[in-house]
C-alpha cells in the first residue's frame, strides 16, 4: 500500500484519474461527489466504484459493469466487507481505513476481490471525495484489469 504521492510508476489510468482528481478539488482539500463528472469519466466507468460512508461501514453505491462481471455478483447496495473474500478482507479494509481516516488517495496492488481462486493481480487507485470539501464520506476506486502475478527475477 502507498499513498498515491509516492507513487512514480503506476499505471497511466490511475495518474490520468488523479490528476482529474486533483483538478476537482476546486481549492478544497477534498472534491465533492458533485464535482465528479461520469461523463467526464466514461473511459473508466466500467471499472469504478463509488462506496459511500454509513457510520462505521462502507456501503458501495455504485460498481461499474465490467467489475461486476469479473467479480460474479452484483454489489451495489453492499457493504464492501460483505463482498470480499475473507482471504483478502483484512487487507481491502485497511486500505479504506487510510483513505477514510488520512484522507489521501492509496494506490496498492493486489488480487482481484474476487470469490475465484487466480494468480492475478490488480492495481488499485482509492480516492476521497467529501460532502463538505474536508471530511471524508466517499471513495471513488478504479480497479486495472486483472494481469498475471509478476514474478521476481532470482
Request: hydrophobic share 35%; net charge neutral.
Amino acid at each position: 500500500m502507498r499513498t498515491f504521492k509516492d507513487v512514480h510508476s503506476c499505471p497511466a489510468p490511475l495518474r490520468s484519474l488523479h490528476q482529474y482528481w486533483q483538478s476537482k478539488r476546486q481549492g478544497n482539500a477534498l472534491p465533492t461527489r458533485d464535482d465528479i463528472d461520469p461523463i467526464e469519466l466514461r473511459s473508466y466507468l466500467g471499472r469504478i466504484t463509488l462506496a459511500e460512508r454509513r457510520g462505521s461501514e462502507l456501503v458501495y453505491q455504485l460498481v461499474g459493469a465490467d467489475l461486476a462481471s469479473e467479480w460474479g455478483f452484483e454489489s451495489t447496495g453492499k457493504r464492501i466487507v460483505e463482498t470480499v473474500p475473507a482471504s483478502h478482507r483484512d487487507t481491502f479494509v485497511a486500505l479504506y481505513a487510510t483513505v477514510l481516516t488520512e484522507a489521501c488517495p492509496v494506490h496498492a496492488t493486489l488480487p482481484p476481490p474476487s470469490r475465484r481462486e487466480s494468480d492475478l493481480t490488480i492495481d488499485k487507485l482509492f480516492l476521497p471525495l467529501s460532502y463538505d470539501g474536508r471530511s471524508v464520506d466517499m471513495v471513488l476506486t478504479y480497479a486495472t484489469k486483472p494481469r498475471e502475478r509478476r514474478t521476481e527475477e532470482p
